[in-house]
């Protein structure tokens, strides 16, 4: 048996463990962070009783969900509605696979990991209209195409405003994108008008608010996720959450420097240390995008279903589009 | 279709600058707010300009709350103390754990019994059916209950209040004024009646006689246990005068060797019938 | 184990059965062919025929239209409202609200009520006006009646209503935030009501359904604490408004949502009754303190705001602006307020000789007015109160056809009807 392949296997179980395990404490931190920043931000104070500063909310808030009742409808098709948990949730936590937490500390480094993580994220929205379709429900029926038909239209500007990145990269491996922001300068200076498409689409793709039509709770159907009590709830919950932090993440790699430290700092160091101090830039960076869309979500009403959808197609692609056709054009005549 | 601009960035500035101004909210058992002083909103039972209580102890508001949470005790006009629930409750909130927690000595319950004695549900059920469960034999049902145990137990009480859907402050109001014994014991209780007409026919002569043949005083029980004394207004109508009452059976109109003779012979026999003989009490 | 209880089926039922059940249900033998009655029982009505023209005209589907039922549990704040709503698609062909899920039977109420018990029913009405529930009653028992209150009373009646005006905007405007799912103005709204509502529990004693309101003048005299609460708050009360509008006037999100929407021209809010500030978005310049004075308004001095456009977005600009008015109102009032009185000599149970007498207030929702007949006895004859909510309701199903579902609440919150006023 050839040692290196079972060493490369053993560490992809270990690192496929952790970053299983590592979801829920991650959703949780999202979660209560999302709790205190809308509640500071309307003047108030938040959870602050249960831990100090009452950091201990959300993982209360997970166990709740464990505790409810587990009621499935009569009607509805068993095998379907327990899968669609499942495969929204896995969809997040394959995706959390190849993203790029610090150089020794790539869980898995594909040479394809930008084409496998959006192919990945799209497992979401079959999860989705799974649910919708399994729930026996009209208005979750309704929910969930709506959902998916969002999903679906914002990502292809998503993915388009992404290939100029890779365009201009030359290679669709994070460590290596991150290696040539480390040379040239982070991203965001090079594809400023790809960065603006990403950060919309990607709120869209999560569903947060100003693109939250599907779960609003002021609007006719609770959306696809109607019939799913506890722990069900608890994973597109959870799921939710997740890919907020996954998308900060992946923006940040594509176009803050990943790991990369700022300026007056050292961009990198070797060794162990090196790889502590890359995950903590990475999750300061992080942790600040998530900051600033969950105060987007306490600041910005709705938009509207006609308008998200137009903003999509006749708005993000075009611009996409042409992003993708001029850094195609620089790249070719400035031989970057 | 709209490109997001200026004015969201106005206001992710205002809501941001709000994250880290001073909050408003009122932590409250911490802080509690100062309310003004004509707030109409305070559990306070207001004085009137002369300095007494305007509340008048009628006992309205207990007997229609609906969550059965006043409690209530006062003087009426004569001085004598009227109160609501059993009376042992309300001589003072003698709570054991009440004294506990606030680091006294805590005296033992006096009415230890009432807390943890079974009652035998199944028969007090075949009696209150056996009259139907109107609400007008709850005075006999009592009876019933007082005849086997010898005294209404609380359990009993909460059992007849469940039972026949008559709320429980009625229940309270009914065994307390009807002359039953709320204390569990073993002798037979003679109640001597001091209303008006009983007074007038010669009631005082009855009980003076009474308490030199018995040794003891209203309230008190005999050394060996088997009659105590107790007076009441309320024993007889004014046809029967003088009357008194032993157990739950009222004699009338009685003279006072008649009233010795009658108190002597009950003496002899035993406090409680005999179907409730073998029964723990 | 207990065993199973099995609901059967209707579907289940031969007809034998199911007829025998409907009789017993008190409905029709047999159910209404497909077609003719046809949208009634998707929403919960019973299988009957239409009663009015409206009525066959809403309940009537042509194809690809469906009734959807926005029901009365709301997690939208007006209270308890059903709005039926015939949609083709996503796009909106007709509404019809449903309404008396609040009502609770005033009207009859006060009819065995004293005088002064009346004005104690009516807070609860328009919960969130409650100092213009109890000024109209009041004006119009003294008009039965016979009485004026004095100058003070008078003033402080309208200081508080005007408190009252603008704590009800500010909510208004967090209501068409929430309603679009922006979370933070309708805190900002509270905060602002909160400090009002704290200085008229000071003079009133009740931080909600005030019982302020006398036949002839108030119950209580502003006490040092009132003013003192007041001068507080008056310090900071325009940041606190400004802090609101930041976050949604000029937010491009809720412009896109607002302009445009729900246009409603001011002949057309006239022919529907529309008052108050809806009315005046319209372009339409009428207040009732101005066209039919009332109390003190003859000795203050403001004008009548209107706002071309008659959009939701003019109606929202609209209570900003009387917001800001309310505020210059308040100031004035202090100014001016004279000393005295603030209750006339009534007797403890009024008896006016018969007669009928009507008052209209400017309601932070329109005109609010109440007729009220005596026969001479200790209880109103009739008090009927005329409620603006309910008017405006009227224009939904004017505005709708043609929108979207997702508008639907959003132009409601526009017209901010409260529910307590509409089913009284």
């Known amino acids: 048996m050839d040692f290196d392949l079972l060493l490369g296997v053993l560490r992809f179980l270990l690192a496929t463990t952790l970053i299983l395990v590592l979801t829920i404490p991650t959703a949780f931190v999202v979660i209560q962070m999302e709790l205190k920043i809308i509640a500071g931000s309307q003047l108030r104070y938040g959870p602050n009783r249960i831990g100090p500063w009452g950091m201990f909310q959300s993982t209360i808030h997970g166990f709740k969900v464990l505790a409810k009742e587990d009621h499935i409808p009569d009607q509805a098709d068993r095998a379907t509605f327990t899968l669609a948990p499942w495969m929204v949730y896995m969809a997040a936590a394959m995706s959390m696979l190849v993203i790029p937490f610090a150089p020794g500390a790539i869980a898995a480094d594909f040479n394809i990991g930008i084409v496998y993580f959006f192919a990945v994220l799209g497992l979401s929205v079959v999860g989705l209209l799974v649910a919708g379709w399994a729930s026996y429900n009209k208005y979750s029926l309704l929910g969930g195409l709506r959902s998916a038909a969002q999903m679906v239209s914002y990502e292809i500007p998503l993915t388009l405003s992404v290939v100029g990145v890779v365009v201009l990269a030359g290679t669709l491996n994070f460590r290596e994108l991150i290696e040539w922001q480390r040379a040239h300068g982070w991203m965001l200076i090079w594809q400023p008008v790809a960065l603006v498409i990403f950060y919309i689409a990607s709120l869209a793709e999560i569903n947060r608010t100003p693109f939250d039509m599907v779960e609003a709770d002021s609007e006719l159907v609770a959306g696809p996720f109607t019939e799913y009590s506890g722990m069900r709830f608890g994973f597109f919950f959870f799921a939710e959450y997740v890919a907020l932090f996954i998308m900060s993440g992946i923006m940040i790699s594509l176009f803050f420097g990943g790991w990369l430290a700022p300026w007056p700092f050292p961009d990198q160091l070797d060794g162990f240390i090196g790889t502590v101090y890359g995950v903590l830039w990475f999750f300061i960076k992080t942790y600040i995008f998530i900051a600033i869309a969950v105060l987007l979500r306490a600041t910005l009403v709705r938009v509207r279903v006609d308008q998200l959808m137009g903003m999509a197609w006749k708005v993000l692609l075009p611009l996409a589009m042409v992003n993708l056709i001029v850094t195609a054009v620089a790249v070719l005549v400035f031989k970057l | 279709m709209t490109i997001p601009g200026l004015g969201i960035l106005k206001g992710l500035r205002q809501t941001a600058r709000n994250y880290w101004s001073p909050k408003v909210t009122n932590q409250y058992p911490e802080s509690r707010p100062t309310m003004p002083d004509r707030w109409r909103g305070r559990l306070d039972l207001i004085y009137d300009p002369f300095g007494e209580h305007k509340c008048e102890v009628c006992f309205q508001c207990a007997q229609v709350c609906p969550v059965e949470a006043i409690d209530m005790s006062g003087f009426d006009s004569t001085g004598k103390r009227i109160r609501y629930g059993l009376p042992e409750i309300y001589d003072e909130r003698k709570d054991p754990n009440a004294y506990r927690r606030a680091g006294l000595p805590a005296a033992p319950m006096r009415n230890a019994a009432r807390w943890d004695e079974e009652v035998d549900t199944s028969w007090l059920h075949g009696v209150i059916d056996g009259f139907g469960g109107r609400p007008e034999a709850l005075v006999a049902i009592f009876s019933a209950v007082e005849e086997r145990y010898g005294y209404l137990p609380e359990r009993a009480l909460r059992e007849v209040s469940e039972r026949m859907s008559i709320h429980w402050a009625q229940i309270f109001g009914a065994a307390g004024l009807g002359g039953f014994r709320l204390l569990p014991a073993d002798g037979h209780l003679v109640t001597v009646c001091t209303c008006a007409a009983c007074s007038f026919a010669g009631g005082g002569a009855l009980l003076e006689a009474l308490c030199a043949d018995l040794g003891i005083q209203p309230g008190e029980t005999t050394a060996d246990g088997s009659v105590s004394l107790a007076v009441a207004d309320d024993v007889a109508a004014g046809a029967l005068s003088p009357a008194l009452r032993i157990d739950t059976m009222v004699y009338g109109p009685l003279s006072v060797e008649k009233a010795r003779h009658v108190v002597a012979q009950r003496r002899k026999a035993p406090a409680r019938s005999k179907a409730a003989a073998g029964t723990a009490s | 184990?207990?065993?199973?209880?099995?609901?059967?089926?209707?579907?289940?039922?031969?007809?034998?059965?199911?007829?025998?059940?409907?009789?017993?249900?008190?409905?029709?033998?047999?159910?209404?062919?497909?077609?003719?009655?046809?949208?009634?029982?998707?929403?919960?009505?019973?299988?009957?025929?239409?009663?009015?023209?409206?009525?066959?005209?809403?309940?009537?589907?042509?194809?690809?239209?469906?009734?959807?039922?926005?029901?009365?549990?709301?997690?939208?704040?007006?209270?308890?409202?059903?709005?039926?709503?015939?949609?083709?698609?996503?796009?909106?062909?007709?509404?019809?609200?449903?309404?008396?899920?609040?009502?609770?039977?005033?009207?009859?109420?006060?009819?065995?009520?004293?005088?002064?018990?009346?004005?104690?029913?009516?807070?609860?009405?328009?919960?969130?006006?409650?100092?213009?529930?109890?000024?109209?009653?009041?004006?119009?028992?003294?008009?039965?009646?016979?009485?004026?209150?004095?100058?003070?009373?008078?003033?402080?009646?309208?200081?508080?209503?005007?408190?009252?005006?603008?704590?009800?905007?500010?909510?208004?405007?967090?209501?068409?935030?929430?309603?679009?799912?922006?979370?933070?103005?309708?805190?900002?709204?509270?905060?602002?009501?909160?400090?009002?509502?704290?200085?008229?529990?000071?003079?009133?004693?009740?931080?909600?359904?005030?019982?302020?309101?006398?036949?002839?003048?108030?119950?209580?005299?502003?006490?040092?604490?009132?003013?003192?609460?007041?001068?507080?708050?008056?310090?900071?009360?325009?940041?606190?408004?400004?802090?609101?509008?930041?976050?949604?006037?000029?937010?491009?999100?809720?412009?896109?949502?607002?302009?445009?929407?729900?246009?409603?021209?001011?002949?057309?809010?006239?022919?529907?009754?529309?008052?108050?500030?809806?009315?005046?978005?319209?372009?339409?310049?009428?207040?009732?303190?101005?066209?039919?004075?009332?109390?003190?308004?003859?000795?203050?001095?403001?004008?009548?705001?209107?706002?071309?456009?008659?959009?939701?977005?003019?109606?929202?600009?609209?209570?900003?602006?009387?917001?800001?008015?309310?505020?210059?109102?308040?100031?004035?009032?202090?100014?001016?307020?004279?000393?005295?009185?603030?209750?006339?000599?009534?007797?403890?149970?009024?008896?006016?000789?018969?007669?009928?007498?009507?008052?209209?207030?400017?309601?932070?929702?329109?005109?609010?007015?109440?007729?009220?007949?005596?026969?001479?006895?200790?209880?109103?004859?009739?008090?009927?109160?005329?409620?603006p909510s309910f008017v405006s309701l009227q224009a939904i199903p004017k505005l709708m056809p043609g929108r979207l579902i997702a508008d639907t609440m959003a132009v409601m919150a526009s017209f901010d009807p409260v529910m307590g006023g509409v089913d009284k």
């Not at chain 3, 709301?74 to 062909?93: D, I, Q």
């Not at chain 3, 009819?111 to 119009?140: C, F, G, K, Q, R």
């Not at chain 3, 939701?312 to 004035?332: C, F, G, P, T, V």
């Open chain 3, 1 to 387: 184990m207990t065993s199973e209880v099995k609901i059967p089926d209707p579907l289940d039922l031969d007809r034998d059965e199911e007829a025998r059940l409907r009789r017993v249900a008190g409905m029709a033998p047999e159910r209404a062919p497909a077609g003719e009655y046809a949208g009634f029982e998707s929403v919960g009505l019973p299988e009957r025929p239409p009663q009015t023209e409206r009525e066959r005209e809403v309940y009537s589907l042509e194809e690809g239209e469906m009734l959807v039922n926005m029901g009365p549990q709301h997690p939208s704040t007006h209270g308890v409202m059903r709005l039926v709503v015939k949609v083709r698609g996503e796009v909106v062909t007709d509404v019809d609200p449903v309404l008396g899920y609040l009502h609770r039977g005033i009207e009859k109420l006060c009819e065995e009520a004293t005088y002064t018990t009346v004005l104690t029913y009516v807070d609860p009405m328009d919960y969130l006006s409650s100092m213009h529930n109890e000024h109209a009653p009041a004006i119009a028992f003294e008009k039965l009646f016979g009485v004026t209150a004095p100058k003070r009373a008078e003033y402080i009646r309208a200081l508080v209503v005007e408190l009252n005006r603008v704590f009800s905007h500010s909510l208004m405007m967090g209501f068409l935030a929430l309603d679009m799912g922006g979370i933070t103005p309708i805190l900002y709204g509270f905060i602002n009501r909160d400090e009002i509502v704290d200085m008229l529990s000071a003079i009133s004693g009740q931080r909600m359904l005030f019982n302020f309101f006398r036949v002839g003048g108030v119950n209580f005299d502003a006490n040092d604490e009132f003013f003192s609460r007041l001068g507080t708050w008056r310090g900071h009360v325009l940041k606190n408004v400004e802090m609101s509008e930041r976050v949604i006037t000029d937010n491009e999100v809720f412009r896109s949502r607002t302009i445009g929407m729900g246009t409603l021209s001011g002949r057309d809010a006239i022919a529907l009754g529309v008052s108050g500030p809806n009315l005046r978005a319209s372009g339409v310049p009428f207040d009732i303190r101005k066209a039919h004075p009332y109390s003190i308004y003859p000795e203050l001095e403001f004008e009548v705001i209107t706002q071309p456009g008659g959009d939701s977005n003019a109606r929202y600009l609209q209570r900003i602006a009387e917001i800001k008015q309310s505020i210059n109102l308040i100031d004035q009032i202090v100014d001016k307020m004279p000393h005295g009185a603030v209750q006339a000599q009534v007797p403890g149970i009024i008896r006016p000789k018969p007669g009928r007498a009507y008052a209209a207030v400017e309601s932070p929702r329109g005109l609010y007015s109440v007729y009220a007949i005596s026969d001479g006895g200790p209880n109103p004859y009739r008090f009927r109160m005329r409620d």
